[in-house]
């Protein structure tokens, strides 16, 4: 679903985006197109909510805290693969 994909992960309050590209077995960060073909920002706070798993990103994204656009199925794709990861064991952070 995600090869050859684009998408951009923004973080509004610090003015950073990274643009990511799925090769076939990793993520690579890439130069950034004019349109990706999905996109999400927060600011900062709500990153690392989502990542800590304080927040559901469906309550954020109705609150109007994340912004989600692009390819409707693939942003969808992407938010459930994100949310399903065990980032504490990931990024072995305790």
Known sequence: MLQQRTFLVGVRDAGL???LRHDGSTFRACPRLA???FFLHADLADHLAL???QE???TLFFQRRIDIGGDTELGLWVKNVLDSIDWRS???LY
Do not use: E, F
């Open 17 to 19: 985006v990274l643009s």
């Open 35 to 37: 349109a990706p073909d």
């Open 51 to 53: 990542l800590w798993r």
């Open 56 to 58: 559901d990103p469906d």
């Open 90 to 92: 990931q990024l072995k």
